[in-house]
Every structure is written in C-alpha cells, then in structure tokens.
C-alpha cells in the first residue's frame, strides 16, 4: 500500500480497536510518522517502544517506562491492560515473532488481554510474522514511496535551496528524478538529495549521475553482476536497424511519454532477445545499449542462480530479479540465457518453472528494468521465450556484411592502433576477412597491438595488416555446419538488426 492507503487504513484498523496490527516496512521511522498523524487525526494516545528510549507517548514524546527489553515491555503492556481500556501500544524492536518462540507465544497472550480491554498492539517490523500470531490480527504491508510521493519529496527539498544555490532543474527534470529514485526509502531518497545540494548546484547532467546513485546504496546485489562501464566507447558498427529501433524506443522512457503510455494503457519497452553467430556483437550490444541510454548494466548469469536443494533455484532468480527492480532504471543483460535454462534428467521440473517465473515477471514488472538476453544455441531456446510478445522484438545478429566490416575495422583498428587507415587499405582488407564474425576482425587487429608492444622492431604497414589477417582462420570455416544452421533459423524467425547492404 501507498502512504496514503496506509493512512486510511491504519485508521480505520485503530478505531475498530483490532487488537494485533502487523505493519509489514522496512522504512521504520516513516511508518512512525504515518502513526503520528493517525494519533491527531483520531485523537487517541498512542505509546511507543524502543530499545533506546523505553516506552514514550508518540505525541508529547514523555517516557512512561525504561523497559528496554521485548520480554520486560509486554510484562509492562500486559500490566496496563489489565487496569485501563482502550490502550493502543506500538512496538518497533519486536524479535523473535517470525516463528514458534517463547516471545510470539507470550505475544498472543497479552494479545488476547487486548481484545477483552479494548487494547490494540501495533508490531513493525520488516520480517514475517508467525502464522498464529498473525491470525489474531491484520496485517498492512507498507510499501516503498511511489513516484508520486517521491515527486513531492524531490520537489520540496530542492525547491527550498532554488534562491541559494544554482539548480536547473525544471518540473520535467523533477519527474524523471522521480522514476530514477524509485525502489529506495525516503531517507535514502533524501541522503541522495542532500548530497547534491551540498554540491552547491544542481544542474542537468546531475540526472544522468542520479541513475548511478543506486549502485552505492545497493553494494551487495545478490545474483547479480555489476558491470563497470567507465572507459567504454564502442558504438553500434554495423547493427542499423537495432540502433534505430532502441533509439525509438528510448524516447518512450522520457516521462512525459510515459505518462502517454499509461494513458493509453501501454506498457513501456521491456526488452531483447538478441540471437546469432557467435561472435557477432550480441554480447557487446548490451553494454553499448547502456552507454547509449546512460543506465547502469547489470548482468544475471541463470546458470549461476541454480541451487541445489528444492525450491533454492526459483527463490534465488527471484531474490535476483528483484534486486534488479531496486536498482531500476538499469539494463539487464543475460548473457547465454540458454545455458542456464538447460534440463537433465535431475531438472525435477526447475527449468521449467524458471521459465515460466522470468516469463511472469517479464510481463509484470513495474519497474523501468530493460532486459537484453542474448543466445548463440537456438535450438536449446524454450518455445515459450520465442512467443511471440514475449520480448518487444527478436533480432537476429548476423555476420557483418562488406559495407559493416568496413565499419567495424575502422573502429578497432582507431582504437588499438590509434591510426586512421587509409580507405583503399580498408576496402582490401573487407575482400579478405569475408566471413569474419567481429569478434574475429577484434582478435586480429588486437593482436597486431600487442606485437607492436611486444615487438619494438615491428613496422605497422598496410601490407603487415593483410598478411595478418590472411592468418585467421574464422568460425564459419571452422564449424560451417553449426554458422549456417544459426543463419538459416535466424533469417526465417527474426528481425534482423542490420539493413544488409553491401
């Protein structure tokens, strides 16, 4: 529920004097906040419990009781039930009520003098509780701030420094900040702010560093892989039509498109299936697309994510996929998907129920989480992740045509080399590395970089490139079967992710 809903219901909860309420956050002093307002709007004394403090009136603030322990405060609650009516205690260090302890045990019974006085104990807490202690109650599960709420924080903490220091932020600006801050808790929200405004400006590119907040509030991101991105300047050689479609594409995640989005009950873009040679640039398209976007990569291996014991498999892509969901915006890149969706006789089922848990979450995500998957083995591809409206688009990554090695070797050789080749030697060294998958021309001019180095007496001539090259020995000469096996599946069932011209 949102702070609002909260609100609403914590209300009508404490006047119905339920006499157990689990509020299920990790955000402990907003729901406190949340209760504060609740004790003014209704008017009713509400007493609260900490560790550090005791027992305190969350209103006037005045300590009632030094109990420090959980033991010590329900003997102190159980006491004032049994001499006062209408009593409404909230405890915020209640351990050891997840399951079957002497603590949940002694709980209940001092749950049950509450409903003969009128009583209601509130419990916060981030864990789940146990099942029978739960049932002598409601539960209300807070939930994060939503974009809206997070709008209105963004707005009023900057909006107070707008005559003192420089800030280019507009309305729009505070929009997108929204969405980018979205997954994380208000105070983190607010440290986030702080740390621009000590700055002593706020300025446009503010918002693309605001997408990499997130990898310092999120250090230990289970399941997944970060992947730095610092020095990264490849570009799309070759691949045309994915460019184009990805940049279309990225224009719908502006909020004002979004919001037109929604109006028309359209889901924004949700990801790739990238398949083909190896080799080819599916792989390197994921961290170009980041680049690209200007969003943190992260990559989820669902090879790795398989546990041994039952259950562990689903559980971990679940904790997996929801971490990628607290650091959204972000791309994320699974790399080989079908190595991890392989069965054996063992599978017992997981593979398939690993599918049909990353397809759900696919189709239901809420968070601006872009996947890229890639596979080189099409034939081990579940039917269900080829369905069509699964992903967005399928794309078939073809080896490079005449007029795309030209590209792609006029990158490497810039960049290994440091040297812009002259365009008869490039046209010369397209005719000889026909059938090169762009890894393949990558290897090679990396190659001659390292004899450079290596060798101080070696001369970088034109005629040294050719003769290099003329050594390699591409895969499609290697394993022609499995490359025309690939090509021939790739040009009847997907998009391909470059024009083709020669």
């Given at each position: 529920?949102?702070?609002?809903?909260?609100?609403?219901?914590?209300?009508?909860?404490?006047?119905?004097?339920?006499?157990?309420?689990?509020?299920?956050?990790?955000?402990?002093?907003?729901?406190?906040?949340?209760?504060?307002?609740?004790?003014?709007?209704?008017?009713?004394?509400?007493?609260?419990?900490?560790?550090?403090?005791?027992?305190?009136?969350?209103?006037?603030?005045?300590?009632?009781?030094?109990?420090?322990?959980?033991?010590?405060?329900?003997?102190?609650?159980?006491?004032?039930?049994?001499?006062r009516e209408n009593l409404t205690f909230v405890l915020t260090e209640a351990t050891d009520i997840n399951e079957d302890s002497l603590v949940s045990r002694y709980m209940m019974d001092v749950i049950s003098l509450a409903e003969e006085?009128?009583?209601?104990?509130?419990?916060?807490?981030?864990?789940?509780?146990?099942?029978?202690?739960?049932?002598?109650?409601?539960?209300?599960?807070?939930?994060?701030?939503?974009?809206?709420?997070?709008?209105?924080?963004?707005?009023?903490?900057?909006?107070?420094?707008?005559?003192?220091?420089?800030?280019?932020?507009?309305?729009?600006?505070?929009?997108?900040?929204?969405?980018?801050?979205?997954?994380?808790?208000?105070?983190?929200?607010?440290?986030?702010?702080?740390s621009l405004v000590a700055k002593g400006e706020i300025v446009k590119q503010d918002l693309v560093d605001l997408k990499f907040a997130k990898d310092r509030l999120f250090s230990n991101i289970n399941g997944l892989e970060k992947i730095?991105?610092?020095?990264?300047?490849?570009?799309?050689?070759?691949?045309?039509?994915?460019?184009?479609?990805?940049?279309?594409?990225?224009?719908?995640?502006?909020?004002?498109?979004?919001?037109?989005?929604?109006?028309?009950?359209?889901?924004?873009?949700?990801?790739?299936?990238?398949?083909?040679?190896?080799?080819?640039?599916?792989?390197?398209?994921?961290?170009?697309?980041?680049?690209?976007?200007?969003?943190?990569?992260?990559?989820?291996?669902?090879?790795?994510?398989?546990?041994?014991?039952?259950?562990?498999?689903?559980?971990?892509?679940?904790?997996?996929?929801?971490?990628?969901?607290?650091?959204?915006?972000?791309?994320?890149?699974?790399?080989?998907?079908?190595?991890?969706?392989?069965?054996?006789?063992?599978?017992?089922?997981?593979?398939?129920?690993?599918?049909?848990?990353?397809?759900?979450?696919?189709?239901?995500?809420?968070?601006?989480?872009?996947?890229?998957?890639?596979?080189?083995?099409?034939?081990?591809?579940?039917?269900?992740?080829?369905?069509?409206?699964?992903?967005?688009?399928?794309?078939?990554?073809?080896?490079?045509?005449?007029?795309?090695?030209?590209?792609?070797?006029?990158?490497?050789?810039?960049?290994?080399?440091?040297?812009?080749?002259?365009?008869?030697?490039?046209?010369?060294?397209?005719?000889?590395?026909?059938?090169?998958?762009?890894?393949?021309?990558?290897?090679?001019?990396?190659?001659?970089?390292?004899?450079?180095?290596?060798?101080?007496?070696?001369?970088?001539?034109?005629?040294?490139?050719?003769?290099?090259?003329?050594?390699?020995?591409?895969?499609?000469?290697?394993?022609?079967?499995?490359?025309?096996?690939?090509?021939?599946?790739?040009?009847?069932?997907?998009?391909?992710?470059?024009?083709?011209?020669?």
């Amino acid at each position: 529920m949102n702070y609002d809903e909260c609100l609403k219901i914590t209300k009508r909860y404490l006047l119905a004097r339920i006499p157990f309420i689990s509020y299920g956050t990790v955000e402990k002093n907003r729901a406190l906040d949340l209760i504060t307002k609740v004790s003014e709007d209704i008017k009713i004394p509400i007493f609260v419990h900490s560790m550090s403090k005791g027992v305190y009136n969350i209103q006037t603030k005045e300590l009632l009781s030094e109990e420090k322990t959980i033991m010590g405060v329900l003997d102190y609650i159980a006491e004032q039930f049994k001499t006062r009516e209408n009593l409404t205690f909230v405890l915020t260090e209640a351990t050891d009520i997840n399951e079957d302890s002497l603590v949940s045990r002694y709980m209940m019974d001092v749950i049950s003098l509450a409903e003969e006085k009128g009583g209601t104990i509130l419990v916060i807490t981030s864990d789940p509780v146990w099942t029978h202690l739960q049932r002598l109650g409601m539960n209300i599960t807070m939930s994060l701030p939503t974009e809206e709420e997070i709008y209105k924080i963004i707005k009023e903490n900057i909006d107070y420094y707008r005559n003192q220091i420089k800030i280019e932020w507009d309305d729009e600006n505070y929009k997108e900040a929204a969405t980018i801050l979205t997954g994380i808790s208000e105070i983190e929200i607010k440290n986030v702010l702080s740390s621009l405004v000590a700055k002593g400006e706020i300025v446009k590119q503010d918002l693309v560093d605001l997408k990499f907040a997130k990898d310092r509030l999120f250090s230990n991101i289970n399941g997944l892989e970060k992947i730095s991105m610092e020095g990264f300047n490849s570009s799309f050689a070759g691949l045309d039509v994915l460019y184009k479609w990805l940049m279309e594409k990225k224009e719908l995640l502006l909020p004002s498109k979004k919001e037109e989005l929604k109006k028309r009950n359209i889901r924004p873009p949700r990801g790739i299936l990238l398949v083909g040679v190896p080799g080819c640039g599916k792989s390197l398209s994921a961290k170009v697309i980041a680049n690209t976007w200007e969003l943190p990569l992260y990559r989820l291996d669902f090879a790795t994510v398989q546990g041994r014991y039952v259950g562990q498999s689903e559980q971990q892509l679940k904790d997996a996929l929801e971490t990628a969901e607290h650091v959204s915006p972000c791309i994320l890149w699974i790399d080989e998907i079908e190595k991890g969706l392989v069965q054996d006789n063992g599978d017992s089922g997981v593979t398939t129920r690993m599918v049909g848990q990353f397809l759900f979450w696919l189709q239901e995500c809420e968070k601006d989480v872009f996947v890229i998957a890639t596979a080189n083995d099409v034939t081990k591809l579940p039917s269900e992740l080829l369905r069509k409206g699964r992903f967005d688009e399928l794309f078939f990554v073809d080896l490079p045509t005449d007029s795309e090695r030209f590209d792609i070797l006029k990158m490497y050789i810039k960049k290994y080399l440091n040297i812009d080749p002259p365009e008869v030697l490039l046209q010369e060294l397209v005719k000889i590395t026909d059938g090169f998958s762009g890894a393949d021309l990558e290897a090679s001019i990396r190659d001659i970089s390292y004899k450079l180095i290596a060798e101080p007496d070696f001369k970088l001539t034109g005629q040294a490139l050719i003769d290099s090259l003329n050594k390699v020995v591409p895969m499609i000469k290697t394993n022609p079967e499995k490359v025309n096996f690939i090509r021939s599946w790739g040009h009847d069932r997907a998009q391909p992710a470059s024009s083709r011209k020669q």
